[in-house]
């Protein structure tokens, strides 16, 4: 491996982790119980806790690796810059935190508006979809182009007689067709 390669590994390396406890701690030593606690994994299961991606945060973590799941945190999106997008920040379960910024306003000059719309030809008016409404329902053409006919059934298509004929399955008679 060479030393470009390294280094980039060591650069994909998140800041931070999102750690769930998956097991109950009940019946499991007390060293066990401290660390959760420590971290703030003992209240709820499947709670999720954000951590410092540091090795003496690590080395507990690995004692207790067999109760959690660790997630490292990924910045699609790119970083918070200002408090108030920490507003409409979101952590997912796959561990990517989404950051959702603040729009700023802009100026009413900035912004053109055209005064006449534009006619187009294949526009509907409200008469005009009345009409063609009412056309489909006239003709029972109701859902037509979601739901093509195409039923050709023919008579005994499965090849088994016994389910069409009523009389054979009723009742005492049914022990004659086994």
């Known amino acids: 491996m060479g030393r470009e390669e390294r280094v980039k590994k060591e650069q994909e390396v998140s800041k931070l982790h999102m750690v769930q406890r998956m097991k109950d701690l009940s019946g499991r030593p007390y060293w066990e119980k401290e660390i959760c606690e420590k971290y703030g994994l003992d209240t709820k299961l499947y709670k999720k806790v954000v951590l410092k991606n540091t090795p003496s945060v690590n080395k507990d973590l690995k004692s207790v690796a067999h109760m959690i799941k660790i997630t490292p945190i990924t910045f699609p999106y790119g970083l918070p810059e200002s408090e ?43 008469l005009e979809l009345k009409k063609h409404a009412r056309n489909k329902l006239d003709n029972w053409d109701i859902n037509s182009e979601f739901f093509t006919p195409e039923h050709v059934y023919e008579y005994n298509q499965d090849k088994k007689e016994h389910r069409y004929f009523g009389d054979k399955a009723m009742g005492g008679k049914r022990k004659d067709w086994y």
């Open 84 to 126: 108030e997008d920490f507003e409409h920040c979101n952590l997912q379960d796959n561990g990517e935190f989404i950051v959702k910024k603040k729009l700023e306003s802009m100026n009413e000059d900035s912004i053109t508006i055209d005064k006449e719309p534009k006619s187009n030809i294949w526009e509907m008016d409200f």
